[in-house]
């Protein structure tokens, strides 16, 4: 299975909808940057994502892993938060698969990068596909009313035309 490596938006909002297993299901592992953990599970405690996360980290599919070159890292954060920087740098470092970002800034500094990226809505759509969920529609509202996520009008009709939902 190809490595993948997550930002803490993927897994909150997955979390929140209730859908967190399809990381696991499409990737086997997740890696996440120690800043990723802090935020989610730390920081997160008693709110969305917290208690999925840690639970996926007892049961082995979850891991942190530390990026090891820190310089990278710092350069990062001059125009990213320390969880996308470390989640970046982590991925440049393995040479991922794929990288989990939804902020549009963090996806930009990744395709400066090369690096292959997706998001929640990219991860929904693959469901969708697939056949693991019946409707993109459904979720899609879901992840703007339960998980709190902002979607563009533009972006949900691409994402519904995607899978000819629309």
């Known amino acids: 299975m190809p490595e993948a490596i997550s930002d803490s938006s993927t897994l909150i909002h997955l979390a929140g909808i209730g859908r967190l297993e399809l990381l696991k299901e499409f990737y086997g592992k997740i890696l996440i940057a120690p800043a990723v953990w802090r935020e989610v599970v730390e920081e997160g405690k008693g709110r969305t994502g917290a208690e999925g996360v840690e639970e996926a980290r007892r049961l082995g599919w979850i891991e942190v892993a530390v990026p090891g070159?820190?310089?990278?890292?710092?350069?990062?954060?001059?125009?990213?938060?320390?969880?996308?920087?470390?989640?970046?740098?982590?991925?440049?470092?393995?040479?991922s698969e794929v990288i989990f970002l939804d902020e549009l800034e963090a996806r930009r500094v990744a395709s400066v990068y090369g690096l292959c990226k997706t998001g929640v809505i990219g991860i929904l759509i693959r469901?969708?596909?697939?056949?693991?969920?019946?409707?993109?529609?459904?979720?899609?509202?879901?992840?703007?009313?339960?998980?709190?996520?902002?979607?563009?009008?533009?972006?949900?009709?691409?994402?519904?035309?995607?899978?000819?939902?629309?």
Do not use: M, P
């Not at 070159?69 to 040479?95: D, M, P, Q």
């Not at 469901?127 to 949900?156: N, P, Q, T």
């Open 69 to 95: 070159n820190e310089s990278i890292v710092r350069l990062l954060e001059r125009e990213l938060h320390r969880g996308e920087s470390e989640t970046i740098a982590l991925a440049i470092e393995r040479h």
């Open 127 to 166: 469901a969708r596909l697939e056949g693991k969920v019946i409707s993109l529609r459904e979720e899609l509202d879901r992840l703007r009313s339960e998980g709190g996520f902002w979607i563009g009008d533009e972006i949900y009709r691409r994402a519904l035309e995607t899978v000819a939902e629309d």
